[in-house]
Each structure stands twice: as C-alpha cells, then as structure tokens.
C-alpha cells in the first residue's frame, strides 16, 4: 500500500519562500500521477500543482510562476517550492498519489502540514 507523509510547512513572512516534502513509500511503481493540494479553512480542497508521469504538469492559475512541483522516476518522493508567497496562499497542503488500474484505481493523501503566510 502506498503511504505518504509531508513535511516542511510552517509560519512565513509575505513574499518569503518554503519548501514542502514529502515522502513516498509502498508500492510505489504502480504510481502514475503525484501532487500537491490545499485546503483553506471554511473552503473547498483546492488542487496546487500535479503531474502525470510520462505526461503533463498542471498548476493552479494562483500560483503559476511562484510555485514549482517536482518529483522522481523512483516515485518516491514529490516536494513543492513555494516562492513569492501571499497570505492567501495560508492553507493546509497535502501531498496525493494515484495510480493502479480500473477497477484497482486508488488515491492517496498525505495527513497534511499546515502553511501560514502572515506578517
């Protein structure tokens, strides 16, 4: 069974920067897509950044430029470095993996680290 676990959130000044981590582990071969969400309080989960392997890289439109997310073939790890940072970025992320086949599809969360962007 594939596990994740993120680490790295934390309290930052405007315009500062962070980097999220996290860590894969299980099966992770049958991974075929990882990312990064959030969640505001009060809001729906929101998707940040994720990538197909073999294929695309997709980034909310908030954090095009400021954000990247990257990863390895190994499918062992996913971190997201988060530049330029705005208070509105405040949320807690959490790190994603899916992968299998249908009808074994599954989807995987990380148990979330909280990020806060204040002055």
């Known amino acids: 069974q594939v596990q994740l676990v993120e680490s790295g959130g934390g309290l930052v000044q405007p315009g500062g920067s962070l980097r999220l981590s996290c860590a894969v582990s299980?099966?992770?071969?049958?991974?075929?897509?990882m990312g990064w969400y959030r969640q505001a309080p009060g809001k729906q989960r929101e998707l940040v950044a994720a990538?197909?392997?073999?294929?695309?890289?997709n980034y909310a439109d908030s954090v095009k430029g400021r954000f990247t997310i990257s990863g390895d073939n190994a499918r062992n790890m996913v971190a997201l470095q988060m530049n330029s940072l705005k208070p509105e970025d405040t949320a807690v992320y959490y790190c994603?993996?899916?992968?299998?086949?249908?009808?074994?599809?599954?989807?995987?969360w990380g148990q979330g680290t909280q990020v806060t962007v204040s002055s």
């Open positions: 990538f197909k392997f073999g294929g695309s890289t």
């Open positions: 994603n993996a899916r992968g299998g086949w249908p009808p074994l599809e599954y989807d995987r």
């Open positions: 299980g099966s992770t071969f049958t991974i075929n897509t």
